[in-house]
Each structure stands twice: as structure tokens, then as C-alpha cells.
């Protein structure tokens, strides 16, 4: 595993078990307003954060210390790296062709719907017509 990989390995797990920690947090709230059972016995602070804090290191050092994910990661990041990116040339003439084909769309969309109200909404006068002929 090389150096910088270990480092962007260690950010992405700390940033997993930050996330691990705000989830944890929500879902402790969401569910002491729902559930006054939980309120009572694992809704208190201390209860909520100790749970916050010892999830997020639990998961931070199973990410760390588990050779397999090391593995599965370590290679992620090496796939990642062979990524070439579009310079910034491609990238702007690819979004205003984006651009032009959804607004192209969006009039082609508008005309139909259009037409199918104006059509819909003169039926009913059609069929007077030729009922009263």
C-alpha cells in the first residue's frame, strides 16, 4: 500500500465514522420523539453522545484495522487515480450541448402538451358536432 493511499484511506474512514456519528445522533432523536420508551431509558445526552462517540470509533477502526477493506480500498484508490478527466474545453462544449438538448426537449415537450390541450379541450365540441349533424 503506498503512503499517500494510507493517508486518503485514513480521511475516508474518518470521514465515514463522522458521518457514522451525526446519523447515529438523528436517529436517536428521531426516535426519543417518536418512541417515549426510548426517551426514557436511551434518549438522555449522555446516553446519546457516549452511543455518537462509540459507534464512530467502532466503525472507524473496524474500516482500519480490517485487511480486507484495506485491500478492496487500497485498490479503489488505485482505480480511481487512472481516471483521466476531460480538460475544461471538453467539459464546457459537452454541458452546452447538454444545455441545448434539454431546452430543445423542453420545447418539443411544450408544442406536444400544446397541441394534446388544444386537441383534448376542442373534443368535446367535435363530438357536439357531429352528434347534432
Same mark, same amino acid.
Given at each position: 500500500m503506498e503512503n499517500d493511499n494510507k493517508k486518503i484511506l485514513t480521511m475516508s474512514f474518518l470521514?465515514?465514522?463522522v458521518v457514522v &456519528? &451525526?446519523?447515529v445522533g438523528m436517529l436517536v432523536d428521531t426516535f426519543s420523539a417518536t418512541w417515549g420508551w426510548f426517551a426514557?431509558? $436511551?434518549g438522555t445526552e449522555v446516553v446519546k453522545n457516549v452511543l455518537q462517540v462509540g459507534l464512530a470509533v467502532v466503525t472507524f477502526f473496524s474500516l482500519q484495522l480490517n485487511k480486507k477493506v484495506l485491500v478492496f480500498s487500497d485498490e479503489v484508490v488505485m482505480e $480511481? *487515480? *487512472?481516471?483521466?478527466?476531460p480538460s475544461r474545453k471538453d467539459t464546457v462544449a459537452m454541458t452546452i450541448v447538454v444545455i441545448v438538448m434539454v431546452l430543445t426537449?423542453?420545447?418539443i415537450f411544450a408544442v406536444f402538451d400544446g397541441f394534446s390541450t388544444y386537441v383534448i379541450g376542442a373534443l368535446p365540441k367535435w363530438v357536439d358536432r357531429v352528434i347534432n349533424f
Open positions: 470521514a465515514a465514522a &456519528f &451525526f446519523v426514557r431509558n $436511551l $480511481l *487515480k *487512472k481516471i483521466v478527466w426537449c423542453g420545447v
